[in-house]
């Protein structure tokens, strides 16, 4: 499979690191196996942002999981994508529902959860969970099964 027959603008070309949120750098591409229902999972153990309040840094490993459906998501973007946060300014459950929504506007998938593994900061760490499910289907249960039923893992 060649991907870069899918007009993709980040993989294979030269990398420009924003420091800014920028949404529009994620890209999709279609899924080769729609049919199956298969995890893929993407660890983002550098991932940083700004304190609103204070400016300053926080640091956390992400952790997206998600089942899709028609499109996927782009590794390279994402990374971009994820890099964006660098000075942006938001609490941690916020971050980790902006990512979740802005992968659910970009792929439609079947399923999709993201996870912060925030350091700790003044001797507490908060790790927000967020999912969603595919409204009127299975999958819409499975997230609220997930997350009646969640544990760190």
Same mark, same amino acid.
């Given at each position: 499979?060649? &991907? +870069?027959?899918?007009?993709? !603008? @980040? =993989? ?57 459906? &028609? +499109?996927?998501?782009?590794? !390279? @973007? =994402? ?58 289907? +299975? ?15």
């Amino acid at each position: 499979m060649n &991907r +870069k027959d899918e007009n993709l !603008k @980040s =993989l294979g070309n030269k990398t420009e690191y924003r420091t800014d949120y920028m949404p529009e750098v994620l890209e999709a591409f279609e899924n080769q196996h729609p049919d199956n229902d298969y995890w893929v999972e993407f660890l983002c153990p550098e991932f940083t942002s700004l304190c609103p309040i204070t400016g300053q840094p926080d640091f956390a490993e992400i952790r997206i999981r998600y089942i899709p459906d &028609r +499109k996927m998501v782009e590794s !390279k @973007s =994402l990374k971009l994508y994820l890099v964006s946060f660098r000075n942006h300014g938001d609490f941690h459950e916020d971050c980790v529902n902006i990512i979740m929504k802005d992968l659910v506007r970009l792929m439609e998938p079947r399923y999709i959860e993201v996870v912060g593994l925030f350091a700790p900061r003044g001797g507490i760490a908060i790790h927000p969970y967020v999912n969603y499910g595919a409204p009127g289907t +299975k999958y819409e249960e499975l997230a609220r099964h997930r997350m009646m039923n969640y544990k760190l893992s």
